[in-house]
Every structure is written in structure tokens, then in C-alpha cells.
């Protein structure tokens, strides 16, 4: 399975983006996908995440009410609109997915086995 994330930009703060994350090769060897994030200095930390039908999602409690992650499973991609973002939302954003065996929004980071390259967003004050 290979992921392709795109949309990161620099953005002013309370500004919005939309980020995608095209799914290809063995798509059926996912369910869930998530979105992760990493700061500067910091570690990789979670954001979103969402089931194989769009019917449960599962937000960071630092994003929630401000990002929603949606699916379109037809076209194999997955997105996160960020609206309403903080100088704190920089960093680079990977999409990523576990095994379609796990299957609970809230799978442990270390079951996503497959990864984007990352996009960078920037949110200026």
C-alpha cells in the first residue's frame, strides 16, 4: 500500500486547509486510517483517525471541534479539514494506516504500519 498526502501550505492563523491522502497498491490490506503530526522537537502525536465505512472517527482532544477527517472510499482517499488553526497546528502531517485486521478507531500509533511522505503546514500568527 503506498500513500500519497498532499494540501499542507502556509496559512494565517484561524485560516482553514484541506489535506488528502490518496491510497494505492493493495488498498484492501487497510480499514482505518489515521493522521499523525510532527512538531519541531517534538514527537510524532496523533490526530484523527476514521473506520473503513466514515461511520466512527476519532479526534486528538488538541484538534477536536476544529478538524474534521473524512473518506471517500471510491477514489481511495482519505481528508482532514483543519479549520480555524493555531501557530500551535504547525508541523508536518502524515497520513498512515494499521492492517485492515485492526479495525477500532482508536488502534495504538505503533499498529499503523503504513506511512505517507509528509506535507508541511505552517500556521503563522
Known amino acids: 500500500v503506498q500513500l500519497q498526502a498532499s494540501g499542507g501550505g502556509l496559512v494565517q492563523a484561524g485560516g482553514s486547509l484541506r489535506l488528502s491522502c490518496a491510497a494505492s497498491?493493495?488498498?484492501?490490506?487497510?480499514?482505518?486510517m489515521g493522521w499523525f503530526r510532527q512538531a519541531p522537537g517534538k514527537e510524532r502525536e496523533f490526530v484523527a483517525s476514521?473506520?473503513?465505512?466514515?461511520?466512527?472517527?476519532y479526534y486528538a482532544e488538541s484538534v477536536k471541534g476544529r478538524f474534521t477527517i473524512s473518506r471517500d472510499n471510491a477514489k481511495n482517499t482519505v481528508y482532514l479539514q483543519m479549520n480555524s488553526l493555531k501557530p500551535e497546528d504547525t508541523a508536518i502531517y502524515f497520513c498512515?494506516?494499521?492492517?485492515?485486521?485492526?479495525?477500532?478507531?482508536?488502534?495504538?500509533?505503533?499498529?499503523?504500519?503504513?506511512w505517507s511522505q509528509g506535507t508541511q503546514v505552517t500556521v503563522s500568527s
Open positions: 498512515a494506516a494499521p492492517n485492515s485486521q485492526w479495525k477500532d478507531v482508536t488502534t495504538p500509533a505503533n499498529r499503523y504500519v503504513y
Open positions: 497498491g493493495r488498498t484492501r490490506s487497510v480499514s482505518i
Open positions: 476514521i473506520s473503513s465505512s466514515g461511520g466512527r472517527t
